[in-house]
């Protein structure tokens, strides 16, 4: 049985207090159901965050990490300093890191052996097409790549706990969603592919989400495909009333 996941991708929003008026005021509105929640907030804010949600049930996630162990990596954090402050969740490969700051596939795959075999973090891949490859058609053929490259030597039980994140580019921060048919076939394609990597078995177990303008008013037909585990959410996870209703989708 795979447990919807419901994660905030704050991005580079929210000072410390913001961030802990937040987690006041959404542990006053939520509710455990058998939905995960789980918000990823800038570094400086991740400590706050687990304290304020222990016990709730609410999960805290961090956007990025280094896939060394300790070094000479000015600006860099580690697995290990993640997992030491409690973090349950590390986004990889988000398309503005690979956009912006020189993600590759291979860092991508060295970031996910790092968490799964040092860690008992849970790596949220981010695979999606741009534009331009959509508009060509490319969209499977890339987010297989992606995919294989993600995988590249990891072993069925280790890529069983990804959470795989599908977010086309041309639908972040854009209010452009993809259609939810769209996103549902892409969804059950990236589960296809993992099926032909490794087998039945690892395929039933990883949770796939949507990510890309995600709202409370398109949430409940996104999720309602068949192949989508949960939405990775950017902008509406800013406000706490609408990053509920998305939970409550
Ligand atoms: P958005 O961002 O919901 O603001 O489009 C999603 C994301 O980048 O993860």
């Given amino acids: 049985m795979r447990i919807p996941l419901i994660a905030g991708n704050w991005k580079m929003y929210k000072n410390r207090k913001e961030a802990c008026e ?23 804010q991740l400590d ?11 999960g805290v ?6 896939f060394e162990e300790e070094g000479a990596f000015t600006g ?4 290990s300093m993640l997992e030491e402050i409690g973090v ?17 596939d291979k860092t991508v795959n060295l970031k996910l052996k790092k968490l799964l075999r040092s860690t008992s973090i849970t790596p949220i891949l981010c695979i999606g097409e741009d ?17 294989e490259k993600a995988f590249s030597e990891l072993s069925a039980e280790e890529a069983g706990k990804l959470v795989i994140a599908y977010e086309p580019v041309w639908a972040i921060g854009t209010g452009k969603t993809a259609a939810p048919e769209q996103a549902g076939e892409m969804c059950a394609w990236i589960r ?18 949507y990510g890309g303008s995600v709202k409370p008013d398109n949430a409940t037909e996104i999720m309602n495909m ?17 990053f509920m209703e998305i939970v409550n989708f």
């Fill in 22 to 44: 937040f987690a006041e005021a959404f542990k006053k509105i939520y509710r455990d159901t058998d939905i995960r929640a789980a918000i990823c907030a800038p570094f400086t």
């Fill in 76 to 79: 860099e954090i580690s697995a």
């Fill in 131 to 147: 534009l331009r490859q959509r508009e060509e058609g490319q969209e499977k053929k890339v987010v297989a790549s992606q995919l």
């Fill in 226 to 242: 068949p192949e989508i585990d949960g939405a990775l959410v950017g902008g509406a996870s800013l406000s706490p009333d609408q």
């Fill in 61 to 66: 996630g961090a956007q990025n990490v280094h």
């Fill in 88 to 104: 349950d969740y590390c986004i990889v490969g988000h398309s503005e890191r690979r956009q912006y700051f020189g993600e590759t």
């Fill in 48 to 58: 706050d965050l687990v304290k304020s949600f222990a016990g709730t049930g609410i």
């Fill in 192 to 209: 296809k592919t993992v099926e032909n990597i490794y087998d039945e078995e690892t395929c039933d177990r990883v949770i796939i989400q």
